[in-house]
């Protein structure tokens, strides 16, 4: 598996702020992508891999904080390290609601920004292995043939061999032999496994 470099991107418009941040957080190992604007940042490619956004809250145009939102509504969920000159606990409040990991009034600490930035990362590296893991869920499940997933449904709502055959007119036997190939093919290691994975695949009109 390759080494994913995290990675950090910053929206300050002022480049004094801007190649402070960079340089602090290179400093540290950390690859720093600095963005004049929130425009500019939509329009670059980021890597792939865990990232951090450290966001001014005075954007020229657009409030950091409706660009949190516009970011949240486009499916981007890195996490937001809010900084700011015109800070107030409503402003915070409301950024910390909408998931921000950290608000931080200018001047700040540089091991402050380190900290919060390391806890995006961790948070956003946390997110991405859950997406993952769902996504090989969903492959396993797309694996099963119709039947079996008509058995898994049915096996993860609690019914007994003797109820599935009965519902789909097959013998007990042949039941087993869907139920068995299913917990093989999810890779379930139990009756409580399998459920917890049909709750997360399982669409919901087929619950």
Request: aromatic share 4%.
């Amino acid at each position: 598996m390759a080494v994913e470099t995290p990675f950090v991107a910053i929206i300050d418009d002022d480049p004094s702020i801007r190649d402070s941040l960079v340089s602090l957080l290179r400093s540290v190992g950390l690859t720093a992508l600095p963005f004049a604007s929130a425009q500019d940042f939509l329009q670059h490619r980021w890597p792939d891999a865990p990232g951090c956004l450290v966001l001014d809250v005075r954007l020229p145009g657009q409030s950091g904080l409706e660009f949190q939102r516009e970011l949240t509504g486009a499916g981007i969920h890195l996490p937001v390290v809010f900084i700011t000159g015109h800070g107030d606990i409503p402003m915070s409040v409301t950024a910390m609601k909408a998931g921000a990991v950290e608000f931080l009034a200018k001047p700040f600490r540089d091991q402050d920004l380190i900290d919060a930035v390391h806890t995006g990362i961790d948070r956003d590296r946390d997110r991405r292995r859950a997406v993952d893991a769902l996504s090989d869920l969903q492959e396993r499940f797309r694996s099963l043939t119709p039947r079996e997933r008509e058995v898994m449904r049915l096996v993860a709502a609690g019914q007994l061999n003797k109820q599935i055959a009965a519902e789909l007119q097959l013998s007990e036997i042949t039941v087993k032999v869907h139920r068995a190939s299913v917990m093989r093919k999810m890779q379930a290691r139990s009756l409580p496994d399998l459920v917890r994975i049909a709750d997360k695949v399982t669409p919901a009109g087929d619950a």
